[in-house]
């Protein structure tokens, strides 16, 4: 009997290797196909998988699209520490670069493609709406402790009301600066503008 020397052979990988590659197979079609293609099947297709292989680790498009949504966040906290530890100025310093990262980041492909996805998603579900309102409380609760690095004599509400602010004009400069946007080379500063108003909305 013969056999097929050129078939490629199953790669084996460890449980945190495969999980990561489903996600990030997913956050690739989430993207740049939208969430009407992400489905179980199609990351499987893309991952090159067996079906069954996605459903053991998610058995659902709602837990698949939490842990995306949980990647997110985590690459927000974890460039935040790395952003407050490496820098030696004042807590002002930190939250400038804290904000004018936001705003380099909101004006990249893969965010302002997620983003928008995100967007569109949540209004079509009230499952993924529930899931976009959490990803948005731990966002505006991270830019409410930066408010307080600056401002630690404010009340919580106050902080997370500043925090809010913040967060809904960097969001909003998607809009406007966003990846693929022609160019206005008016507009040329902005970022740094928005960056000294909302140092300023800090500090007021």
Known sequence: MSTDKTAPKRIRKSPDERRAEIIEAATYIFIHEGYAELTLR???REVNIRL???QHYFNSRDALINALLEKRILFYTDQYAALTSTLDGSAED????ILCF???DSRSQDTCGFFTQLWAMGFQSEECRSQLFEMYRV???DLADIVAMLRPELDETECLQRATMISSMIEGSLVHLGHGLPIDNR???LRERI???LIALIKS
């Open 139 to 141: 966002h505006r609760q």
């Open 42 to 44: 199609r990351v499987a």
């Open 94 to 97: 930190q939250a400038r670069a």
């Open 195 to 197: 960056c000294d108003h």
């Open 187 to 189: 507009l040329s500063d």
């Open 52 to 54: 069954s292989t996605v």
């Open 102 to 104: 936001l705003l380099d």
